[in-house]
C-alpha cells in the first residue's frame, strides 16, 4: 500500500515484558517520527528519525523505551519491561521531508499492559 | 504546561451548518499550525494548515482562521457533512504539539 502502516495493530503484554513495534513509511519519505496518544488526549511526540540519525528524542518517557530506524526506512519503537502506564496507542508517521510538515500517520498501535 | 489547547472537547452541528472548532496556543515559537482528523481506530490524517505569516487559509468546505495577537485558531467547515464526524485536532510545530482534540458530530 501507499500509506504508512503499523505492526502489530493490537499488543497486550503482561507488566514486565518486552515490546516491538513496527512502522513502515512511505517510501521515499526522510522523516519518521513516533507519537504515543493516551486515551483522551492528542498525540504527544516521542522521537524523531531524519534517514537512520535519530535527531530528536527528546518525547522519550524514560530509558525504558528504544527507537531505531537502522536502515533508514523501517522503524522498531521497543519498550522494556513494560509498565501499565505505557498502555497507550503508538502512532508512527512520516513526512518527505521535515520541513513540509505534512506528516501522514500510520493507523497505530494499540498496547495494553496487564 | 499545555501549549496547544482545545477547550471544547465535543461539538454537534446540523448537516449544512457550518462548524467552528477553536484552538488556542501558548508557544510564540510555532511557525505553523495544522489540523488534522481522525476516525475511530484510524491514524490522523491532515486536513490543512496555516503558516504563521498569514491569517487565513481556505481549501474547499475547509478555512483556517489564526489570530495571532489572540494566538488563537479556528477551523470553518461549511456546509457541515455527516462524514466529517469524526476527532479534529489542532497542533503546532516542530516538533508536531497536538491539542486533546474536539469531537465533531453532524447530525443528519
Known amino acids: 500500500g501507499a500509506g504508512v502502516s503499523q505492526s502489530p495493530r493490537y499488543k497486550v503484554a503482561k507488566r514486565g515484558q518486552d515490546v516491538a513495534l513496527r512502522c513502515d513509511p512511505i517510501s521515499g519519505h526522510v522523516s519518521l517520527f513516533w507519537y504515543q496518544q493516551a486515551l483522551g488526549q492528542g498525540p504527544e511526540f516521542l522521537t524523531y528519525f531524519q534517514n537512520e540519525a535519530q535527531l530528536d528524542k527528546s518525547g522519550l518517557p524514560s530509558d525504558r523505551f528504544f527507537a531505531e530506524r537502522p536502515e533508514g526506512s523501517v522503524s522498531t519503537l521497543k519498550i522494556q519491561r513494560t509498565q501499565q502506564e505505557d498502555s497507550a496507542v503508538y502512532l508512527c508517521?512520516?513526512?518527505?521531508?521535515?520541513?513540509?510538515?505534512?506528516?501522514?500517520f500510520g493507523p497505530g498501535t494499540r498496547l495494553t499492559v496487564l | 504546561d499545555q501549549q496547544v489547547k482545545q477547550n471544547s472537547p465535543s461539538l454537534s452541528v446540523q448537516e449544512g451548518r457550518i462548524s467552528i472548532l477553536n484552538c488556542d496556543y501558548t508557544n510564540s515559537m510555532f511557525d505553523y499550525f495544522l489540523w488534522y482528523k481522525k476516525y475511530p481506530a484510524e491514524g490522523p490524517t491532515f486536513l490543512i494548515s496555516i503558516s504563521s505569516i498569514k491569517d487565513k487559509n481556505e481549501d474547499g468546505r475547509f478555512t483556517v482562521f489564526l489570530n495571532k495577537s489572540a494566538k488563537h485558531l479556528s477551523l470553518h467547515i461549511v456546509p457541515s457533512q455527516p462524514g466529517d464526524s469524526a476527532v479534529y485536532f489542532c497542533a503546532g510545530n516542530t516538533p508536531l504539539v497536538f491539542g486533546k482534540g474536539t469531537r465533531l458530530s453532524v447530525i443528519a
Open positions: 508517521a512520516s513526512s518527505y521531508d521535515r520541513n513540509t510538515d505534512t506528516q501522514y
